[in-house]
Protein backbone atom coordinates (compact mmCIF):
# COMPACT_ATOMS: atom_id res chain seq x y z
CA UNK A 1 0.00 0.00 0.00
CA UNK A 2 1.10 3.46 -0.86
CA UNK A 3 -0.24 6.45 1.53
CA UNK A 4 -0.63 9.81 -0.12
CA UNK A 5 -0.70 13.09 2.09
CA UNK A 6 -1.63 16.71 -0.11
CA UNK A 7 -0.61 19.89 1.61
CA UNK A 8 -0.51 23.44 0.31
CA UNK A 9 -3.91 23.91 -0.15
CA UNK A 10 -6.02 27.13 0.43
CA UNK A 11 -7.03 30.35 -0.17
CA UNK A 12 -5.85 32.84 -3.21
CA UNK A 13 -6.50 35.72 -5.43
CA UNK A 14 -7.34 35.47 -9.09
CA UNK A 15 -3.75 35.71 -10.46
CA UNK A 16 -2.02 34.68 -7.66
CA UNK A 17 -0.57 31.63 -6.97
CA UNK A 18 -0.63 28.41 -4.92
CA UNK A 19 1.81 25.51 -4.58
CA UNK A 20 0.61 22.35 -3.60
CA UNK A 21 2.60 19.19 -2.12
CA UNK A 22 1.63 15.64 -1.56
CA UNK A 23 4.00 12.96 0.26
CA UNK A 24 4.11 9.04 -0.54
CA UNK A 25 5.31 6.89 2.21
CA UNK A 26 4.63 3.06 2.58
CA UNK A 27 5.88 0.40 -0.29
CA UNK A 28 8.68 2.85 -2.08
CA UNK A 29 8.78 0.04 -4.66
CA UNK A 30 4.87 0.40 -5.25
CA UNK A 31 5.62 4.30 -6.60
CA UNK A 32 6.07 4.99 -10.07
CA UNK A 33 4.21 7.57 -12.04
CA UNK A 34 2.02 9.93 -9.88
CA UNK A 35 -0.73 12.78 -11.16
CA UNK A 36 -2.55 15.60 -10.00
CA UNK A 37 -6.13 15.60 -10.04
CA UNK A 38 -9.15 17.94 -9.08
CA UNK A 39 -12.97 17.88 -8.64
CA UNK A 40 -15.63 20.16 -8.02
CA UNK A 41 -19.09 19.24 -6.43
CA UNK A 42 -21.55 17.69 -8.91
CA UNK A 43 -18.37 16.50 -11.18
CA UNK A 44 -16.15 14.31 -12.33
CA UNK A 45 -12.83 14.15 -10.78
CA UNK A 46 -10.94 15.27 -13.98
CA UNK A 47 -7.28 15.49 -15.05
CA UNK A 48 -4.99 18.37 -13.75
CA UNK A 49 -1.31 17.06 -14.53
CA UNK A 50 1.18 13.89 -14.64
CA UNK A 51 4.47 13.48 -14.52
CA UNK A 52 6.55 9.71 -14.59
CA UNK A 53 8.63 8.09 -12.05
CA UNK A 54 11.89 9.53 -13.43
CA UNK A 55 10.64 13.09 -13.82
CA UNK A 56 11.39 13.31 -17.37
CA UNK A 57 7.82 13.07 -18.93
CA UNK A 58 4.52 15.37 -17.64
CA UNK A 59 1.32 15.76 -19.15
CA UNK A 60 -0.76 19.13 -18.33
CA UNK A 61 -4.57 19.48 -19.36
CA UNK A 62 -5.19 22.03 -21.59
CA UNK A 63 -7.48 24.18 -18.92
CA UNK A 64 -3.49 24.38 -17.14
CA UNK A 65 -0.78 24.45 -19.65
CA UNK A 66 1.39 27.53 -18.73
CA UNK A 67 -0.02 28.27 -15.62
CA UNK A 68 1.06 25.17 -13.66
CA UNK A 69 4.15 22.33 -12.94
CA UNK A 70 4.11 19.67 -11.88
CA UNK A 71 7.42 17.98 -10.32
CA UNK A 72 8.60 15.30 -8.33
CA UNK A 73 11.52 14.16 -5.52
CA UNK A 74 12.07 10.66 -5.39
CA UNK A 75 14.69 11.09 -2.23
CA UNK A 76 12.22 13.37 0.06
CA UNK A 77 9.23 10.81 -1.98
CA UNK A 78 7.28 14.30 -2.60
CA UNK A 79 5.56 15.76 -5.68
CA UNK A 80 4.56 18.99 -5.94
CA UNK A 81 2.10 21.29 -8.16
CA UNK A 82 3.14 24.52 -8.71
CA UNK A 83 -0.21 26.86 -9.24
CA UNK A 84 0.81 30.15 -10.81
CA UNK A 85 -2.17 32.89 -12.52
CA UNK A 86 -4.95 31.42 -10.77
CA UNK A 87 -8.42 31.66 -12.16
CA UNK A 88 -11.51 31.36 -10.49
CA UNK A 89 -12.45 27.81 -12.25
CA UNK A 90 -8.99 26.49 -10.55
CA UNK A 91 -11.13 26.54 -7.23
CA UNK A 92 -11.46 22.24 -6.31
CA UNK A 93 -10.44 19.97 -4.32
CA UNK A 94 -7.02 18.62 -5.56
CA UNK A 95 -6.15 15.11 -5.14
CA UNK A 96 -2.78 13.59 -5.79
CA UNK A 97 -2.39 10.19 -7.59
CA UNK A 98 0.03 7.07 -7.41
CA UNK A 99 0.38 4.22 -9.99
CA UNK A 100 2.89 1.22 -9.75
CA UNK A 101 3.86 2.10 -13.31
CA UNK A 102 6.55 3.91 -14.26
CA UNK A 103 4.73 5.74 -17.47
CA UNK A 104 2.45 8.37 -16.27
CA UNK A 105 -0.92 8.24 -17.47
CA UNK A 106 -3.47 11.14 -17.32
CA UNK A 107 -7.12 9.15 -16.89
CA UNK A 108 -8.03 8.42 -13.35
CA UNK A 109 -8.89 4.92 -13.64
CA UNK A 110 -5.02 4.18 -14.59
CA UNK A 111 -4.03 5.23 -10.93
CA UNK A 112 -4.29 2.81 -8.11
CA UNK A 113 -3.69 5.04 -4.93
CA UNK A 114 -5.31 8.59 -3.64
CA UNK A 115 -4.55 11.40 -1.17
CA UNK A 116 -7.48 12.58 0.47
CA UNK A 117 -7.52 16.13 -1.41
CA UNK A 118 -6.62 19.30 0.08
CA UNK A 119 -8.97 22.20 -0.76
CA UNK A 120 -8.18 25.12 -3.03
CA UNK A 121 -10.61 28.27 -2.98
CA UNK A 122 -9.61 30.95 -5.57
CA UNK A 123 -11.16 34.53 -4.71
CA UNK A 124 -12.16 37.10 -7.84
Known amino acids: QVQLVESGGGLAQAGGSLRLSCAAS????????MGWFRQTQGKEREFVAAISWSGGSTYYADSVKGRFTISRDNVKKTVALQMNSLKTEDAAVYYC?????????????????WGQGTQVTVSS
Open 97 to 113: AARSTVVAATTRYEYEY
Open 26 to 33: GRTSSNGA
